[in-house]
């Protein structure tokens, strides 16, 4: 017969992963709400007590230890269970540590601890605490993992450990993070809840106000504390002690004696130091760890001329200096994993902790009653002594003669069995007395705890007594300081920002770089990082507190603060900024950068190839949220073939557009509007189909060349173009010839009679040497571009001369001879 069933994945999957779940819920990560502790903190703390490994014993390894848990109630790993030991040994977590350890427990620098057969430990005295009166029945016992013994399901727990020591765990659909708080208030706390079951939150945090960390800080929120503990989820800020210190010279020093909870300190250390080595904000010259043996104490040495509370603030807002700490307060209720406030949990508390006291009272109750029982027979058998002696002499045995006792004499059983066994030396008059004494008291004591028992107000009386008891012996001052309101920081950008001397650098096809001064001063301005087929558009001196505009072809501005661009040795290519920018197309140039030192009083004109122009503001440019990822638009293009001829800083108003097809438009920019960075512009040069504009300039010589296709130059006197309005067509500077006709490749102004300024890709159409007749003739131009000087040889280049018309004709245009890289 098969025992194969046909069961559901999703059944099976979820039948056993509900089991394990409720099993870790229940049995391994989540506190209890009575007595704070976890299954395996609880079997710790258990089995060094039942052990004899307390706070007035010697230490013990802790391997030891570790081992009885493990072997006896706690069948997992010894690597989890020596953690947890660990855990409840550290006196940075734990508010009152729970076990005592001789030997490397960690650090706050999160550094490990020693190994199990290294360290010795033992139970604090505040855990017997906990442990008191486990061996008076007061908590349910339930058998181990093998039934070969009892372990308890709760402790005692003398006071509130789950507040005390708070604690943290993670679940299967559950977590929890509860913050310790100070032993004195929680009782405090404790107490008045017993006066005044129906306390509320604000009259309870009189008493507990809020946490009380054991690495100190300052605590800020007092609304999201109420609401943690109305709610159990609520978020404070909990923020280091920091004071400033004067050195020597005029100079501070920011010294850190305390930081926020759990944080681990060799990390923040060195996040600190990160700040100063990047320079992330100005002022920071050293940053030392001075801790010792006398306490927690980091140094943060300023400059000279360092703003404090600029660094200050600066390290608060971006380390761990300050944390926000979220109050997650789950514990187990009944079996049951509960979202809980202080009120819940007090109200288990004390439920837990009544309940423990009558099974005591109980327990102490039957043994009194058993042991006065005894007493009162001892005394009445001292009374007939003589008749008790020689009944027992004439018995034959012990059994005989318990059984004529209680014939004789109608002594109890229990009363008989201690009159048999009863030393002869105790038979003394001062024995009597003791005994006497002895009745006198345990009737006082059955009384008391009869009245504990049967009297609610008794039982709360010596809860509140036993509870002050613990406060008086362990009672330390607060750690944590409390501040009513979360102190919000704000840092300007610019106060960030160290400024230093560099030289910034751009070139056409999008390499952005800073470089030192001094990396720059040690090469060749030709020596720079760049592809084969690149160029250096633009480079310049520029201070970290600037801020560098760059314009494509494509109508497209990228902004960057100097101080972000990543500091490069001249030598080296630099960052494209196709690496950042997720919108930087294939085909995208560089034709325009501009270092401003602010957004204001300056406009920018710009010109797009198929004839459109408009005016646009500096302060257009400013950084927008996504700066970093995402250039945006100085311009709107007409069509997929359309570009930016010009974008430049409006310095003069007389502009000249020069359209491919020889056309010449000259006039004034006060009749171009200011618009915005998004808008198209107004129509500048009225263009006949399949001309564009070539090239746009601002007249500020008596001559300009244009050069064409052809290899050909001439020059025209800027006078020949008279100046009218935009959106003319212009005067003609070429005229169209039937064959092999010439078309404008380039325009731009003429410097002196010897010297045009063209571009580097201009002068790569002319690769080879032309020829020319007219040798004596010949003129040489020095043209520079960027980091270079170019020798361009042409024949006369004379001023055109009117034709009949009016018109500057084509037959003055020069041919070029020859280009070649100086």
Known sequence: MSNIQKLPLEDIMGE???RYSKYIIQERALPDIRDGLKPVQRRILYSMNKDGNTFDKAYRKSAKSVGNVMGNFHPHGDSSIYEAMIRLSQDWKMGEPLIEMHGNN?????????AMRYTEARLSEISGFLLADIEKDTVTHAWNFDDTEKEPTVLPASFPNLLVNGSTGISAGYATDIPPHNLSE????TIYMIDHPTADVPKLMEFLPGPDFPTGGIIQGKAEIRKAYETGKGRIVVRSKVDIEQLKGGRESLIVSEIPYEINKATLVKKIDDVRVNSKVPGISEVRDESDREGLRIAIELKKEADSQLVLNYLLKNTDLQVNYNFNMVAIDNMTPQQVGILQILRAYIAHREEVIVKRSQFDLTKAEKRLHLVEGLIRMVSILDEVVALIRASENKADAKENLKISYQFSEEQAEAIVTLQLYRLTNTDIVTLQNEQADLKAKILELKAII????????????????VKKKFSKARRSELQADVQTIEIEAHELIVEEETVVSVTRSGYIKRTSPRSFASSQISEIGKRDDDELLFFSNAKTTQHLLIFTNLGNVIYRPVHELSDIRWKDIGEHLSQSLSNFASSEKVIFVKIVDEFSGENFVVVTKNGQIKQVECAAFMPWRTYRS???AYAKLKGTEDEVVLIAPVEFADMMLISE??????FNLDDVPILGAKAAGVKAMNLKDGDKIKAAFFVTTNSWYLLTQRAFIKRVRTEDIPATSRANRGLQVLRTLKTNNHTVFAAGLVYASDAALIAKEELDLFSAPLDTNNENEKQILE?????KSYEVVLTDLSLSER??????VSEDVTQVVSVKLK
């Open 16 to 18: 056993r992963f509900g």
């Open 106 to 114: 960690g650090s706050m620098d999160g550094d490990p601890p020693a």
């Open 186 to 189: 929680v009782i405090d706390a």
């Open 454 to 469: 049967n009297d609610e107000r008794t039982l709360f009386n010596l809860m509140k007594r036993e509870l002050r008891e």
């Open 630 to 632: 995402k250039s945006t």
């Open 661 to 666: 097809h020889g056309y010449a438009l000259r």
């Open 783 to 787: 043209i520079s571009t960027g980091d």
């Open 803 to 808: 034709t009949s018309n009016g018109h500057p």
